[in-house]
């Protein structure tokens, strides 16, 4: 299918019959096409047949912005320059929200389609209605090649077009294969998932044209047909089976659970239960992924349904209730499989049905034959879950861990099953998290005629947890099948850097050479820059950022002495508006008040992040910010940061490893959420004293900062903001 609605020379353009290239839109549109719509084709053929009497080069209508899941409205190739113009018909002023779409378009045209890298991108915002405006033409800081937003009127867009062609005009630039170019875009967990959720009603599934394929033949779309590929044949061998889909951090995991639950939701919807279902559900125990997620779908689903027909009075509740049908938090679903459970239970017995499901011993209980666990690496350890039913729902002498559980509630449909494992690497950041053996431990144990599909790598130690090989060797050869499609190899979340992870990761774990050489990679395209002042990490930010490109600050949930800096840790976000909202509201990660945490972050991402380092994880190998006392009481000399949690009114040394594995894990997460670039900031502390020469605030001692960042900048290579040229 062509990417855009109309296309031709501009000539051709000039002297075709209105009624001509109305009828080839209408024709080649796949929406539902509102009176609204038609007019505003109508107004801009007139226009734009007005604005480019003598003009040559090319002219495409309804041009496709595979990313956002939206369209230019028209895009002008022009002496070598793209230019993007995004009309509102009866407009009277230049509204932010505006400016920021036409900008979105024209970044992503930029930044992913192959023929335009480089080449000059001039967005245009064209209100019919507003006043005349003056032109400043604005070449952005960051990005040379794309001028910010420029802003007219029907009578005013050929002179934008004029200054720009003479100024930046080349016409020995040949753009006759534009058109045919690859595009190749890296979404957003949101937009992409939102991009999928409008075609569940179309033919086209498909996630190839709204990612970037990668350089291995493990590409999303791989991933996806041959995790449905399994699915298919669990069900026509009426077998059960769990599958484990690994990936570095943003490799896309998440949208490929994402993409099964949709597809598999959607042909099933509307069949009975008697019918062949294969009804699937997404579940995450990442609660504010699960809450961004719903609410974005839900939001989306409404404008879509107003798009359609602007006197719609389909509500945002009728949307969460078809969303929250397939996305669901884990611990509600759990909520709901203990239903299944006779109670109390006795001290050293088996689960057993109760008397309200028993008829088909719970076979119909759970609708869905298919369940997809986000981070099933953080599912619980039997501990964490046994103690938690008994504190909180009164349930004792619970005898399986989450998975385990989760397993058994599945066994008991009486056809077929599939459990879906997306696992991260590195990404623990609880105790009471149990890993991926825990999962194997209880086919091996409880439910062994399961088959078990794994990518060959699920052994390493960056996704195991110790015991998956021993637990892998244990299965019997026909019921282990190794698939090597089902690992993500590269990381889709920054287009800039695909080695990002592999540069944090080498950061992390102090191979100085290592981090060193992902460093110059990097440097180039993915902006890192440190600062020891809050405030100049927040004016970095809100510079790099264009359109609705999203920023915020990301703390660790152990930096506690941050609030010198107004930064508290306790005061939680609202994430919801945190990641959705613009700039107008002070909730939004774009007000730069409100901090998250890993715990808030883990999942999805930002564009561009500030990373605020406190003095919870210190880089310091010989540990000279410890007291004699506490190096000679903790083994710590094989670990180069100093771990310390804040207790009281001090900080305290972490001794356990699995609670050092996790703020390890907290500062990857942290490290790895920017598409585009990121600022540390780690403070100066506080140097004063009092009269005795002893440090007022003993607590934020600049030692407990400086270390780091001479690591970071001394050791590392990353620049102080004062030190780049802009």
């Given at each position: 299918m062509?990417?855009?609605?109309?296309h031709?020379?501009?000539?051709?353009?000039?002297?075709?019959?209105?009624?001509e290239?109305?009828a080839?839109?209408?024709?080649?549109?796949?929406?539902?096409?509102n009176v609204?719509?038609?007019d505003?084709?109508s107004?801009e053929?007139?226009?734009?047949k007005?604005?480019m009497?003598?003009?040559?080069?090319q002219?495409?209508?309804?041009y496709s912005?595979p990313r956002?899941?939206k369209r230019?409205?028209v895009?002008?190739?022009?002496?070598?320059?793209v230019f993007v113009?995004e009309y509102k018909i009866?407009?009277k002023g230049f509204?932010r929200a505006d400016?920021?779409?036409?900008w979105?378009?024209?970044?992503d045209?930029k930044?992913f389609h192959?023929?335009s890298?480089?080449?000059?991108?001039?967005?245009v915002l064209v209100a019919t209605?507003a006043k005349?405006?003056?032109?400043?033409?604005?070449?952005s800081?960051?990005?040379?090649e794309?001028?910010e937003p420029l802003?007219?009127?029907?009578?005013?867009?050929?002179?934008?077009?004029?200054?720009?062609?003479d100024?930046?005009g080349?016409?020995s630039?040949n753009?006759d294969?534009?058109?045919d170019?690859?595009?190749n875009?890296?979404p957003?967990i949101?937009?992409?998932?939102?991009?999928?959720?409008?075609r569940?009603?179309?033919k086209?599934?498909?996630i190839e044209?709204?990612t970037?394929?990668?350089a291995?033949?493990?590409?999303l779309q791989?991933?996806?047909?041959?995790?449905?590929?399994?699915?298919?044949e669990?069900?026509r061998l009426?077998?059960?089976?769990?599958c484990?889909v690994?990936?570095?951090?943003?490799?896309?995991?998440?949208l490929v659970g994402?993409?099964?639950?949709?597809s598999?939701?959607?042909?099933?919807k509307?069949k009975?239960a008697?019918?062949d279902?294969?009804?699937a559900?997404?579940?995450s125990?990442?609660?504010?992924l699960v809450?961004?997620?719903?609410?974005a779908l839900a939001?989306d689903?409404?404008e879509?349904?107003?798009?359609?027909?602007p006197k719609?009075?389909?509500s945002k509740?009728?949307?969460h209730?078809?969303v929250d049908s397939?996305?669901?938090d884990?611990y509600?679903h759990r909520?709901?499989v203990?239903?299944?459970?006779k109670k109390?239970i006795e001290e050293?017995a088996?689960?057993?049905?109760?008397?309200?499901?028993s008829?088909d011993?719970?076979?119909?209980?759970?609708?869905?034959?298919?369940?997809?666990?986000?981070e099933?690496q953080?599912?619980?350890?039997?501990?964490?879950?046994?103690?938690w039913?008994?504190?909180k729902?009164?349930i004792s002498?619970?005898p399986?861990s989450?998975?385990?559980f989760l397993?058994?509630g599945l066994?008991?449909?009486n056809?077929?099953?599939?459990?879906?494992c997306?696992?991260g690497g590195?990404q623990?950041i609880?105790?009471?998290?149990?890993?991926i053996?825990t999962w194997l431990?209880?086919?091996n144990e409880k439910?062994?005629?399961w088959h078990?599909?794994?990518?060959?790598?699920?052994?390493e130690k960056?996704y195991?947890?110790g015991?998956?090989a021993?637990?892998?060797?244990?299965l019997?050869?026909?019921?282990?099948h190794?698939?090597?499609?089902?690992h993500?190899?590269?990381s889709?979340?920054?287009?800039?850097?695909e080695?990002l992870?592999?540069?944090?990761?080498?950061?992390?774990d102090?191979n100085i050479d290592?981090?060193k050489?992902q460093?110059?990679?990097?440097?180039?395209?993915?902006p890192?820059?440190l600062t020891?002042?809050l405030?100049?990490?927040?004016?970095w930010?809100?510079?790099?950022?264009?359109?609705t490109?999203?920023?915020?600050l990301?703390?660790s949930?152990?930096?506690y002495?941050?609030?010198?800096?107004?930064i508290d840790?306790?005061?939680?976000?609202?994430t919801?508006?945190?990641?959705?909202?613009?700039?107008?509201?002070?909730?939004?990660?774009l007000?730069?008040e409100?901090?998250?945490t890993e715990?808030?972050v883990q999942?999805l991402e930002?564009?561009?992040?500030?990373?605020?380092?406190?003095?919870?994880?210190?880089?310091d190998?010989?540990?000279s910010?410890?007291s004699?006392k506490e190096?000679?009481?903790?083994d710590?000399?094989?670990?180069a940061?100093?771990?310390?949690?804040?207790?009281g009114?001090k900080?305290q040394n972490?001794?356990?490893?699995y609670?050092?594995?996790?703020q390890?894990?907290?500062?990857r997460?942290l490290?790895?959420r920017?598409?585009?670039?990121m600022?540390i900031?780690?403070?100066?502390?506080?140097?004063?004293r009092n009269?005795d020469?002893?440090y007022q605030?003993?607590?934020?001692?600049p030692t407990?900062y400086?270390?780091?960042y001479?690591?970071?900048?001394d050791?590392?290579g990353?620049?102080?903001?004062?030190?780049i040229?802009?």
């Amino acid at each position: 299918m062509n990417r855009y609605f109309y296309h031709s020379s501009i000539p051709n353009f000039f002297t075709a019959h209105p009624d001509e290239i109305w009828a080839t839109l209408s024709q080649n549109s796949r929406l539902d096409d509102n009176v609204e719509q038609k007019d505003s084709w109508s107004h801009e053929i007139k226009c734009l047949k007005e604005s480019m009497v003598g003009l040559d080069g090319q002219i495409f209508m309804e041009y496709s912005i595979p990313r956002l899941g939206k369209r230019a409205d028209v895009v002008l190739l022009i002496s070598g320059i793209v230019f993007v113009l995004e009309y509102k018909i009866g407009e009277k002023g230049f509204n932010r929200a505006d400016i920021e779409q036409v900008w979105d378009y024209a970044l992503d045209i930029k930044y992913f389609h192959d023929a335009s890298h480089k080449l000059i991108i001039a967005p245009v915002l064209v209100a019919t209605g507003a006043k005349e405006k003056s032109q400043t033409i604005s070449r952005s800081s960051y990005d040379r090649e794309v001028f910010e937003p420029l802003c007219c009127n029907d009578s005013t867009l050929r002179s934008v077009i004029d200054i720009i062609v003479d100024q930046y005009g080349d016409d020995s630039i040949n753009l006759d294969e534009w058109a045919d170019s690859k595009f190749n875009p890296t979404p957003t967990i949101i937009q992409a998932a939102t991009t999928l959720y409008r075609r569940k009603n179309t033919k086209n599934k498909s996630i190839e044209d709204i990612t970037r394929k990668t350089a291995s033949d493990a590409s999303l779309q791989n991933t996806t047909d041959a995790v449905l590929s399994i699915v298919e044949e669990s069900k026509r061998l009426s077998q059960k089976s769990i599958c484990f889909v690994t990936g570095v951090p943003g490799a896309g995991k998440t949208l490929v659970g994402l993409n099964i639950a949709i597809s598999l939701f959607e042909e099933s919807k509307d069949k009975e239960a008697s019918e062949d279902r294969s009804l699937a559900v997404y579940l995450s125990g990442n609660g504010p992924l699960v809450k961004v997620l719903r609410e974005a779908l839900a939001r989306d689903a409404v404008e879509q349904e107003k798009a359609k027909d602007p006197k719609t009075k389909y509500s945002k509740t009728e949307a969460h209730k078809a969303v929250d049908s397939f996305i669901m938090d884990v611990y509600h679903h759990r909520d709901y499989v203990m239903q299944m459970v006779k109670k109390p239970i006795e001290e050293g017995a088996s689960l057993v049905v109760n008397e309200k499901v028993s008829k088909d011993n719970g076979a119909t209980w759970l609708h869905e034959h298919v369940e997809i666990f986000d981070e099933a690496q953080r599912s619980w350890t039997y501990d964490q879950l046994s103690n938690w039913l008994s504190r909180k729902k009164g349930i004792s002498n619970f005898p399986m861990s989450e998975p385990e559980f989760l397993t058994w509630g599945l066994d008991k449909k009486n056809d077929w099953a599939v459990i879906i494992c997306l696992v991260g690497g590195g990404q623990e950041i609880n105790t009471g998290e149990a890993g991926i053996s825990t999962w194997l431990q209880a086919i091996n144990e409880k439910f062994n005629d399961w088959h078990v599909y794994y990518p060959d790598n699920l052994t390493e130690k960056e996704y195991a947890d110790g015991r998956v090989a021993e637990q892998i060797s244990k299965l019997s050869d026909d019921h282990k099948h190794a698939h090597s499609k089902l690992h993500l190899k590269a990381s889709m979340r920054s287009f800039r850097a695909e080695n990002l992870s592999k540069f944090v990761k080498d950061l992390l774990d102090v191979n100085i050479d290592g981090a060193k050489a992902q460093f110059e990679k990097l440097k180039k395209d993915y902006p890192i820059v440190l600062t020891r002042n809050l405030d100049e990490a927040k004016e970095w930010l809100r510079k790099k950022a264009r359109g609705t490109e999203r920023y915020g600050l990301l703390v660790s949930s152990q930096a506690y002495r941050l609030r010198p800096l107004s930064i508290d840790v306790r005061c939680k976000p609202d994430t919801v508006h945190w990641f959705l909202d613009d700039i107008s509201d002070i909730r939004s990660s774009l007000f730069l008040e409100d901090v998250a945490t890993e715990f808030d972050v883990q999942g999805l991402e930002l564009d561009w992040a500030g990373i605020v380092w406190d003095g919870d994880m210190i880089y310091d190998p010989a540990h000279s910010v410890l007291s004699a006392k506490e190096r000679k009481n903790h083994d710590l000399t094989q670990d180069a940061w100093t771990h310390r949690s804040f207790t009281g009114g001090k900080w305290q040394n972490i001794v356990s490893d699995y609670r050092r594995m996790y703020q390890i894990n907290a500062y990857r997460v942290l490290l790895t959420r920017a598409r585009q670039g990121m600022v540390i900031c780690v403070p100066e502390g506080n140097n004063n004293r009092n009269i005795d020469g002893e440090y007022q605030d003993p607590t934020r001692k600049p030692t407990f900062y400086d270390s780091t960042y001479e690591y970071l900048h001394d050791v590392i290579g990353i620049r102080n903001i004062n030190e780049i040229e802009e």
